[in-house]
């Protein structure tokens, strides 16, 4: 497809397990955001690549979080021991460069119980 | 088709110049629209909040406005500032259980000294 697209689309998971969101980019951007969103709240920046590289991880709420993109293109956003409030909505988006327009997945819905 | 389109894709402005920039949107039902600022590379903050009745919302020197009936919202800057350089992104929501999303690609505004 020509659009962001994300893996899976819901996830239900119970506390303690690990989980592992997938981002395949639009080709050729060279830029992948990912945020999260929970309920009745604004987006939340998590992390953002430029290439391979992530010049600022410090919006990742905690060590149990990790990102990673390889090869310029698929980004993975992993959760270790889940909690509760780890529940919320996990949004990438890329953008040709990093001042380019960025174009939205439509999110994994993430439940933790 | 739930869209959010937002206009001009770029702009470039004076310091001091005020600037207005557009957002129509065919999200139904209408849940909140929110505006975004984004620097490069970033987390987004949240400029504005709007829900069904309300009208006009100011922040500062942004105000925003919206129009139910024709679904535009308009994001108005006065007096700007070289800070004011960034992504504006428009975000509507959808008014269902988890409070889905929709995003449009952002106006790219640079403002010149």
């Known amino acids: 497809g020509a659009g962001v697209s994300q893996s899976p689309s819901n996830k239900v998971t119970e506390k303690g397990k690990d989980v592992e969101l997938r981002c395949d980019p639009i080709s050729g951007h060279t830029a992948l955001y990912w945020y999260r969103q929970s309920l009745g709240q604004g987006l939340e920046f998590l992390i953002y690549f430029q290439g391979n590289s992530a010049p600022d991880k410090s919006g990742l709420p905690s060590d149990r979080f990790s990102a990673e993109r390889t090869g310029g293109s698929v980004s993975t956003l992993t959760i270790q021991r889940t909690q509760q409030e780890d529940s919320a909505v996990y949004l990438c988006a890329s953008s040709l460069d990093a001042s380019g327009g960025q174009y939205f997945g439509p999110g994994t819905r993430l439940l933790v119980l | 088709k739930n869209q959010v389109e937002q206009s001009p894709q770029s702009l470039i402005i004076l310091e001091g110049k005020n600037c207005t920039l557009q957002?129509?949107?065919?999200?139904?039902?209408?849940?909140?629209l929110r505006w975004y600022k984004q620097d490069t590379g970033r987390g987004p903050v949240s400029l504005t909040i709007m829900t069904f009745s309300e009208n006009t919302k100011s922040n500062g020197r942004y105000t925003a406005t919206l129009d139910a009936d024709t679904k535009q919202s308009s994001l108005h800057i006065t007096a700007s500032q070289l800070s004011d350089s960034a992504s504006y992104i428009c975000?509507?929501?959808?008014?269902?259980?988890?409070?889905?999303?929709?995003f449009g690609t952002g106006t790219r505004l640079a403002v010149r000294p």
């Open positions: 975000v509507v929501s959808v008014k269902s259980s988890g409070d889905k999303l929709t």
């Open positions: 957002c129509n949107y065919t999200v139904s039902p209408f849940s909140n």
